[in-house]
């Protein structure tokens, strides 16, 4: 068995080792090289493969920034590991830990200080590792190479057939909008200048990027899958927002000091109305918290699967 560099004739014999031990996220060769190979911070070196019998058994891919995120910068002391597997049929060998062993040491002989895994921005595929769907890999993580886990994020799925806002929510809406002067109207391009700096000052450089993301699709006559931007205002001022595309929902925020009113509430049911009216009959999103889950499971939404999100001090 041998550790190397990814080489471009690999691509094949790696996403057969990412389906076949990534049974839960398989991704087609597009996503492959439009989020792997297109991304600005990969590099090779950070993709080692193992090859045994002549062919990719296992391979590690670890990030570390080379173009700043906005004001994030560079992130010097950061790295993170968003898909990693070892073939089923050479699995329990040290194949695994042979890779992580050369990956790991790679990202500390650059000067990196911690490793997560997995929410790497832009190109994260889902948040960590799925607990229920690969029973052996935290054991392996956590005995084997030294990870922690530090929190959870549940990922959550609604069917839209059918979808209804329930009375108590029109009501309240009335009730936001008579008393309190709030709105919610879909995002148009006078609540631009507000909107953008609203979102990096209440919710980061990461917000803002999958936000101008839509954006631009969505102003730029891009067509594809639908979006749905809904802007909240009270008495004028950008409050909260909501952002949907395809079957993808969210991300949407309220500002700090607006919470429970119910704004995010009402941005909820509404996405989810238009989305079901546009006949896009499924909701997900991947990372949430058991707080929001609770809001969410009022909207119909159920628990698909749980993550853990690990960390590493090298
Ligand atoms: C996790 C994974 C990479 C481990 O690869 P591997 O080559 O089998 O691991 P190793 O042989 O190096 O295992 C080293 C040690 O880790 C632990 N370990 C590995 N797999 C384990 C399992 N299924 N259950 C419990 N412990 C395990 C053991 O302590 C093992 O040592 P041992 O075999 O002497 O007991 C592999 O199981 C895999 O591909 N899993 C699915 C992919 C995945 O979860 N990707 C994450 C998506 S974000």
Same mark, same amino acid.
């Given at each position: 068995m041998q550790i190397r560099p990814y080489q471009g004739a =690999?691509?094949?014999?790696?996403?057969?080792?990412?389906?076949?031990?990534?049974?839960?996220?398989? @991704?087609?060769?597009? @996503?492959?090289?439009?989020?792997?190979?297109? =991304? /600005?911070?990969?590099?090779?070196?950070?993709? $080692?493969?193992?090859?045994?019998?002549?062919?990719?058994?296992?391979?590690?891919?670890?990030?570390?920034?080379?173009?700043?995120?906005?004001l994030q910068?560079?992130?010097?002391?950061?790295?993170?590991?968003?898909?990693?597997?070892?073939?089923?049929?050479?699995?329990r060998r040290g194949i695994g830990r042979a890779l992580f062993g050369h990956a790991l040491d790679r990202l500390a002989g650059e000067g990196r200080k911690e490793v997560a895994i997995s929410p790497?921005? /832009?190109?994260?595929?889902v948040p960590g590792v799925d607990v229920n769907a690969y $029973?052996?890999?935290? $054991?392996?993580?956590?005995?084997?190479?030294?990870?922690?886990? &530090?929190?959870?994020?549940?990922?959550?799925?609604? =069917?839209?057939?059918?979808?209804?806002?329930? $009375? =108590?929510?029109?009501?309240?809406?009335?009730?936001r909008e008579q008393e309190d002067g709030v709105t919610i109207r879909p995002v148009t391009s006078a609540d631009l200048p507000d909107l953008m700096p609203f979102l990096v000052e209440h919710f980061g450089w990461d917000w803002f990027r999958?936000?101008?993301?839509?954006?631009?699709?969505?102003?730029?006559?891009?067509?594809?899958?639908? @979006?749905?931007?809904?802007?909240a205002r009270q008495r004028g001022a950008v409050v909260g927002f909501c952002q949907q595309r395809g079957e993808r929902f969210g991300p949407f925020g309220v500002r700090p000091d607006c919470r429970n009113l119910g704004i995010g509430r009402?941005?909820?049911?509404?996405? &989810?109305?238009?989305?079901?009216?546009?006949?896009?009959?499924?909701?997900?999103?991947?990372?949430?918290?058991?707080?929001?889950?609770?809001?969410y499971a009022l909207a119909g939404f159920k628990r698909r699967r749980e993550f853990a999100i690990l960390r590493k001090t090298l």
């Open positions: =690999d691509e094949a014999g790696l996403l057969d080792v990412w389906h076949a031990a990534m049974t839960h996220d398989r @991704i087609s060769a597009e @996503i492959f090289r439009t989020q792997v190979l297109l =991304d /600005p911070n990969f590099h090779p070196e950070r993709l $080692p493969v193992a090859v045994a019998d002549g062919r990719v058994v296992g391979f590690v891919l670890a990030l570390a920034r080379q173009v700043p995120l906005f910068g560079l992130e010097p002391e950061r790295a993170w590991i968003t898909a990693f597997g070892v073939h089923p049929d050479y699995q790497y921005v /832009p190109n994260y595929f $029973p052996g890999t935290l $054991p392996f993580l956590k005995g084997a190479v030294g990870f922690e886990e &530090l929190y959870r994020a549940i990922s959550m799925g609604a =069917d839209l057939t059918g979808f209804q806002i329930p $009375p =108590d929510i029109l009501a309240l809406e009335r009730r999958h936000a101008q993301e839509y954006l631009l699709q969505y102003f730029g006559g891009g067509g594809g899958s639908p @979006i749905c931007f809904l802007v009402l941005l909820l049911f509404r996405c &989810l109305s238009i989305m079901s009216a546009r006949h896009v009959f499924y909701a997900y999103f991947l990372w949430t918290g058991e707080d929001a889950a609770r809001l």
